[in-house]
């Protein structure tokens, strides 16, 4: 129907040249309809902007926090944090959109960037804060805590936007499945690793 063609149409367009960029006469142009259609089924352009963003994100499904469940021990509960975003930012199979949207976020925010701080990336930052906190135990303070949460954070990204360089560096490593996995395990291993020696080192400073 014409309101599905419009939420394509828009996501394809808002995904390739953001929100500031794009306009409503290129949208409907790309979508087969008159300008009139959009004012109709959502009000304009930001509120069309806003269903674009909640439909390619996630924000209006369950979230990535909310489907971890919290009765594993804590090593396990990183494990499993990270291998769920890792595939959440890196595989592109259904959400093709959603790291170009997030791209232009990040680089030209909008009025829906706020939403996304608020019900994407602080649940996501707070849980594996708390993940980490209880690794480390109960002698790191919380700055502690937020760096290696950085950098946890930052090892992954590195994945992501390190995308189209990564192959050209190393041709034989392809972005597939398996190599998802094989990072998750990497990552995963790297990383407790440090977080189990900074852990006893604040315990012999006690």
Request: net charge neutral; glycine share 6%; proline share 4%.
């Amino acid at each position: 129907n014409t309101r599905e063609r419009i939420l394509a149409a828009a996501t394809e367009v808002f995904a390739e040249h953001g929100f500031h960029n794009t306009t409503i006469r290129e949208l409907c142009a790309r979508a087969g309809v008159n300008i009139a259609a959009v004012n109709y089924h959502f009000g304009g352009k930001e509120n069309l902007y806003r269903q674009v963003c909640l439909n390619a994100l996630g924000l209006s499904g369950p979230t990535l926090h909310q489907t971890q469940p919290d009765n594993f021990p804590p090593h396990e509960q990183l494990e499993r944090f990270i291998h769920s975003f890792l595939f959440e930012i890196l595989d592109q199979s259904t959400k093709v959109f959603a790291g170009k949207i997030m791209a232009w976020e990040m680089n030209q925010p909008s009025g829906v960037f706020d939403v996304i701080i608020d019900d994407i990336i602080r649940p996501h930052h707070e849980r594996l804060c708390a993940i980490v906190s209880a690794i480390l135990g109960p002698c790191a303070d919380e700055e502690t805590v937020k760096y290696c949460v950085f950098s946890i954070v930052g090892q992954c990204l590195h994945y992501r936007y390190g995308r189209q360089i990564i192959p050209r560096l190393y041709p034989s490593l392809s972005f597939t499945k398996e190599t998802f996995e094989r990072v998750a395990r990497h990552i995963s291993r790297f990383t407790l690793a440090a977080l189990h020696a900074m852990a006893a080192e604040l315990n012999a400073k006690e």
